[in-house]
């Protein structure tokens, strides 16, 4: 018997030094990736105009894309030099937040767009938890303000895009997409401050709906549900930027995982954890998911094994099961937690991580933004630098359970 149990505790010893091995190594490349982050952001601030935002780089050219303040990812910028300044604490960095927050904040009245989650709370949001400010609390309110004024009480979902041609809505059509699952983050907020519940019923509202109509018996999920803004009837279910409306596009798969791991997080409701586990179930065994964890654009896209990667979305995905691994035990934790880590080992390598002073000054690189319309094809994405870092920050701070 003592023989067994010292065989036994040798065996112990060996796994714990070897997994406490694997975590060392990944730990050391995210410190060495965040700090090449750090060098890459400088790089790109002193090549950005003035009052524009990164979107992509133009490798042909040599040239940044950048949009204004009103374009839907321009939270990313000011979020990801929030994250890097919370590691690094450079006045470079705060000097260059401070300038594009001032800019920034003009869009806390801005109706015109669901996207008031990703501009405004990755950047105010970022911001106000790090250093909270009576400023950034009343922008952050007036956001989610505007961001409520385009609730359909009659559908029970905010409305995405407004209703044109190009995203096959006519007049009385009201659009939503997954991606907007991420917004709902800020109506939280808003009523933890306020005490409002107003905002978490709208919140709630949206998920619940978009939990019965976006997704398939799978739990693979359209991109794109068209309702009826006066009855509230489904007029079509599509998959805008997939490879077909009846494919899984895989950045849409990963805005489906994160959002309904927040909701989790700030409800409670075990609804919204078993919807969270079922997509990160369909997500990480689909036959078509690569050995890497690096998903091909679309899940079902035709030239598989040839297709495009999309960085971005391992990204979101990696920093959704970074979190979501805290709300479950056992098996179910340590496969989260390890296909997190298979995500990140093969990310932070120079396959999809660029070498300073090139991509324009981005981090990640192989994104795809809009395949069908050959937008942002194989480069990098505001919103890859962002999930990647914020990924890398939750997987280093971590409690250790």
Request: net charge negative; glycine share 4%.
């Amino acid at each position: 018997m003592k023989n067994q149990f010292l065989i036994f505790l040798i065996i112990q010893f060996v796994f714990n030094s070897c997994t406490q091995t694997k975590e060392n190594i990944l730990k050391a490349s995210i410190d060495a990736t965040l700090l090449k982050a750090s060098s890459q952001y400088e790089y790109m601030m002193k090549n950005l105009p003035e009052g524009q935002y990164p979107k992509t780089y133009n490798a042909t050219q040599d040239k940044l894309e950048t949009s204004g303040s009103e374009w839907w990812c321009s939270g990313f910028y000011p979020g990801s030099l929030l994250y890097l300044n919370e590691e690094f604490n450079k006045p470079v960095f705060t000097k260059e937040i401070d300038k594009v927050l001032n800019d920034l904040k003009r869009e806390q009245y801005n109706k015109t767009t669901h996207d008031l989650g990703f501009m405004m709370y990755c950047s105010f949001g970022n911001a106000e938890r790090l250093n909270p400010k009576p400023e950034y609390k009343e922008i952050l309110m007036n956001s989610a303000k505007s961001l409520a004024s385009r609730y359909n009480d009659t559908v029970k979902c905010i409305r995405s895009w407004d209703s044109a041609s190009w995203n096959k809505a006519g007049e009385d059509d009201l659009v939503v997409i997954i991606d907007n699952m991420m917004n709902l983050e800020l109506l939280f907020w808003a009523t933890h401050y306020s005490g409002d519940s107003t905002y978490y019923k709208i919140a709630v509202n949206h998920a619940d709906k978009t939990m019965v109509n976006h997704f398939r018996s799978d739990y693979s999920s359209y991109h794109e549900v068209i309702y009826d803004e006066n009855t509230g009837e489904i007029k079509a279910q599509i998959t805008n930027q997939g490879a077909a409306d009846d494919s899984s596009w895989a950045r849409g798969q990963a805005w489906g995982l994160y959002g309904y791991v927040v909701m989790y997080r700030e409800t409670k409701d075990q609804k919204y954890l078993q919807q969270a586990n079922a997509i990160a179930k369909y997500i990480l065994y689909h036959p078509n998911m690569p050995k890497d964890m690096i998903p091909y654009w679309d899940f079902n896209a035709p030239n598989i094994p040839n297709a495009l990667r999309d960085s971005s979305a391992a990204a979101i995905i990696a920093s959704a099961l970074i979190e979501l691994k805290d709300y479950v035990d056992g098996e179910m934790k340590q496969e989260y937690e390890q296909k997190a880590e298979t995500i990140l080992k093969n990310l932070l390598t120079p396959e999809y991580i660029a070498e300073v002073g090139t991509n324009g000054g981005f981090v990640l690189k192989h994104g795809v933004g809009n395949m069908p319309n050959n937008s942002e094809v194989d480069v990098p994405l505001t919103y890859g630098d962002y999930y990647l870092i914020e990924a890398m920050m939750r997987y280093k701070n971590q409690k250790i359970n």
